[in-house]
């Protein structure tokens, strides 16, 4: 029920409209709570893994982005790049990532990390899925942020840079 509220808290923060079955799923378990009633509450199907470790989260979409989230975990990807992270233990503070014309923009508490130069999306659609890599560079050093989305266009696996010197993090939608 706790993370119910805090992701229903999050949807209301950023103003965003709740697509009617994620506003169904809260709204039932929360009055399934008043009445008595118990009814499974959905497992997380996404998984985050970062630096070893694996983190079971919720995807919400809103407008045009996408969060992945759980009791101390918030990630929002805006439908091109990972805006910001919130909660992954090796980082103390907010990680945001700013999309500029040519690169990206990093920033830890605030605090500017770095700037990368990159290079434009470049698609390849396959019969499987439709993938989309951007290539990224900082003193001769090379990274790639990737995502792809299925044949219904639904995202389905990220695997993005949120601080250049650090291992990228992969978000991925597990297949129950």
């Given at each position: 029920m706790k993370i119910f509220l805090k992701l229903l808290f999050l949807l209301i923060l950023f103003g965003c409209g709740i697509q009617s079955t994620?506003?169904?799923?809260?709204?039932?378990?929360i009055k399934n709570e008043k009445t008595g009633n118990k009814h499974l509450i959905?497992?997380?199907?996404?998984?985050?893994?970062?630096?070893?470790?694996?983190?079971?989260?919720?995807?919400?979409n809103h407008?045009?982005?996408t969060l992945f989230a759980n009791d101390d975990l918030l990630i929002i990807f805006d439908g091109w790049n990972i805006v910001l992270v919130r909660g992954l233990d090796e980082y103390g503070e907010d990680i945001t990532i700013e999309n500029n014309n040519n690169g990206l923009s990093f920033?830890?508490?605030g605090n500017?990390?770095?700037?990368?130069?990159?290079?434009?999306?470049?698609?390849?659609i396959t019969q499987l899925n439709i993938s989309y890599t951007r290539k990224c560079e900082r003193d001769s050093l090379n990274?790639?942020?990737i995502f792809r989305l299925n044949q219904k266009k639904e995202l389905t696996y990220l695997n993005f840079i949120i601080m250049p010197d650090k291992p990228?993090?992969?978000i991925y939608l597990k297949r129950q």
């Open positions: 994620q506003y169904d799923i809260i709204k039932n378990n959905p497992e997380p199907n996404w998984r985050v893994l970062s630096r070893g470790l694996e983190k079971r989260v919720y995807a919400i407008n045009s982005k920033f830890d508490g500017h990390k770095a700037t990368l130069t990159c290079d434009n999306w470049e698609e390849r990274y790639e942020n990228p993090i992969e």
